[in-house]
């Protein structure tokens, strides 16, 4: 075996320490794995006293994390402090501009400032290790990066916040609203207090412009994601889509767009309605997903936790085993970059499911039909449930393939009908 | 961009038509995620003459493979000659022996000999990489030897001959028969002509080997998979178990068990029951999965398509790739491996699924459930299904768990009696 390889830790909290014990846990079959023994040297936290559960005697405590890229001690750093700016930012940029290896599970961080540090690292030639920044314990950046690199992918689509997942899996099992689950979620810590970063499709978006740009091999670009959260996702609709074959999953999709002018790629994260017997549709609760789509190997589905002490700490460590054995993959999986411009979702072309609450009386389906086919688009399904005379009853329709610009278009004119009573709820249908 | 790497193909048929089709194809981004330019120098196939579709103008033709291992102008060896033994197994020894890299989709010949390849391939510094040979474009062998590497694995389960699973997926739809859906398979070329190899599991044991192998960081030891195949499921099993709230599918298992005399590793390939909401339990048709569980990952599920000229392809040139990066891990997961005793099918304990066809007469249950006393085999269930006095009617046991050994020793006693009129049909439950 070679030299132990030694590593600075920066943030022990949740992850931190799983990161910590797992090393020790499994130092057999790790230092097995990795060829070598993986030491944990030196650490970093905003609190020296705080009681982790965790013996930290024997390793050298930095109070300023960015000190770990300078420690001459530390061969690895591994960033676990999170946030896009502030010291995780410090600390990955002067690792990597000293030339050490950084693994991260730094989603934000990523997104925001990946292009740039991945420069760094290629610069630097150190390795840049985040596999547990997308989809938890997933191995979903190796698999797409490594394993999947001899096809050209035309999309890479996920359930990749767990939040999102476990709210919507309730809401659907229990009929019950947003509000009231999300609450719930809160108090069983399976929410955060300010809930915004998970439910607003944040943190999802993140996860999908760093898949994306590995997908596409480009440049991570966090500003060309549509994003769409789950706040305005009803139990009503849920029940719809279940009637209509389908479930309603919060979903981030990279797709290859070839036709016309608007060629590109296109990114968004957004609630769909997803057919009852695709995989995707199965992955309930707290689990993540990640669907690959290959020329040569078809269809590839992943699924696993997407976040935890355990997922997360297996995949920062399959980082460290990578670094220790050597193996080396650019951040993007190439050195030379495509240039694929961003598709803006006003060009998204698809089918929609639309559900409006109207007055139930004669006309009102004709008004909004025509609105319809004013902006070209073709109806592929039309439900008025029930009927009660002069009071609001919801009407469902589902659309053939249209353009996101026309839709939105239509639907404004829709929403200012007299007869139509809350704004419409859109909801877009993916085929898994 | 480095210097092209340049490579030999032996075995010319469907996979190694696809191997060179994709390097063709898809050059372009195969060469910027491997670094250099992959670029198929030599051929190697039985008949020259034979129009493959395929322009071979330029490459060198070896009529022998195992010059291929010679030809100092190809660095990395393609075998996909397959079987276990003759010029497949002739080539790769030569080129290891030769120090060259070895990429192979052949599951057979690393099941038989793979124990004593693997150690050639690290006496000689050679790459042995083999992800074809297992869930085709699935990236199973990655997945488990890299992406899951700080884990302690508990088990590793999987759908992992297609044939089988096709077969089994129509049974159940249609309500058919075993013979006659093999029939109609092979007749639309979803089973060989000699269905053998597929049907009764031994496709799938020599890819249960191999992922036995590493999981648990041992050499392949194939002679210790239990296997047995689809011959004996029945259309009418698969309806009882669909009312049972299961699905039967023929997996692959390898279980870690930790307790008492029979602590060790069981590997086994059989006709499982899995619950209907297992995510494996919906894989369908010719697809493969893979199930991992670890300590600290949880469950990961990988699906996608098996077998096939493109997935093969994938996978095979995703290794072509990892060498031209010089990405290397060893062929078991690690240099150092472990001793873990094989425990033998006798010890499987589980609960299981009985069906047997009785006369339907009084005290014919009270003589099944007193052998199963007997065995000290504890029922959890019990279903006569209809009343039919003095003729045969299925009578349908599940039982918690108890020792295999038990459980053969009681059906034997069971067989014997009087108004047991067919061979019992005895099915495994699995959790998934």
């Known amino acids: 075996m070679s030299k132990p390889l030694s590593i600075g830790v920066a943030g022990l909290g949740t992850v931190g320490a799983g990161v910590l014990n797992l090393l020790r846990e499994n130092a057999d079959i790790v230092g097995t794995r990795a060829g ?6 030196a650490v970093s936290a905003r609190d020296r006293r705080r009681d982790r559960g965790l013996a930290l005697d024997g390793l050298r405590w930095h ?46 961080l990523l997104a925001v400032h990946g292009a740039q540090l991945a420069e760094t690292a290629a610069a630097r030639g150190a390795p840049l290790a985040f596999e547990a920044a997308v989809a938890g314990g997933i191995p979903a950046i190796k698999a797409l990066r490594e394993g999947l690199a001899a096809n050209r992918l035309s999309r890479v689509a996920g ?22 689950v999300l609450a719930e979620a809160q108090r069983l810590g399976y929410a955060e207090a300010d809930p915004s970063f998970d439910i607003d499709g944040i943190d999802a978006a993140h996860k999908l412009a760093i898949l994306a ?127 694929i411009p961003s598709v803006p979702m006003a060009r998204h072309v698809g ?18 039909t025509s609105i319809l086919r004013d902006h070209r688009i073709s109806l592929e399904s039309l439900l008025q449930r029930g009927r009660a005379p002069g009071e609001a009853v919801p009407v469902v329709l589902t659309t053939h393939e249209c353009e996101e610009a026309a839709m939105r278009s239509a639907l404004e004119r829709i929403a200012a009908l007299d007869a139509v009573l809350e704004k419409p709820a859109l909801i877009r249908i993916e085929s898994a």
Chains 1, 2 share one sequence.
């Open 351 to 368: 089918p929609y499911y639309l559900r409006l609450m109207v007055v139930d009386r004669p006309g009102v389906i004709a008004d909004v």
């Open 63 to 108: 109070d300023d994390p960015v000190a770990l890229a300078a420690d001459p001690g530390v061969d690895v750093v591994v960033e676990l402090i999170g946030g896009s700016e502030g010291p995780a930012r410090a600390l990955v940029e002067a690792a990597l501009a000293a030339g050490k290896p950084v693994v991260t599970a730094n989603k934000a």
């Open 213 to 339: 740009a590995i997908a596409f091999g480009r440049p991570v670009d966090l500003g060309a994601v549509h994003v769409e959260g789950i706040r305005d996702v009803t139990a009503l609709d849920i029940r719809l889509a279940e009637e209509l074959g389908f479930r309603i999953k919060l979903l981030g999709i990279a797709r290859r767009t070839e036709a016309g002018p608007g060629a590109g790629i296109e990114t968004r994260v957004h609630p769909c309605m997803v057919p009852c017997d695709a995989p995707i549709a199965r992955v309930d609760g707290v689990f993540n997903a990640v669907v690959a789509e290959g020329d040569a190997v078809g269809r590839v589905v992943l699924q696993g936790r997407g976040a935890g002490a355990g997922p997360t700490a297996s995949a920062v460590v399959a980082d460290l085993i990578d670094i220790a054995r050597g193996r080396h993959t650019p951040v993007w999986g190439a050195e030379a970059l495509a240039s």
């Open 36 to 41: 070598r023994h993986l030491a944990v040297t």
């Open 159 to 180: 359930i990749l916040n767990g939040t999102c997942n476990y709210i919507l899996t309730v809401m659907r099992a229990e009929g019950r609203e947003f509000a009231e």
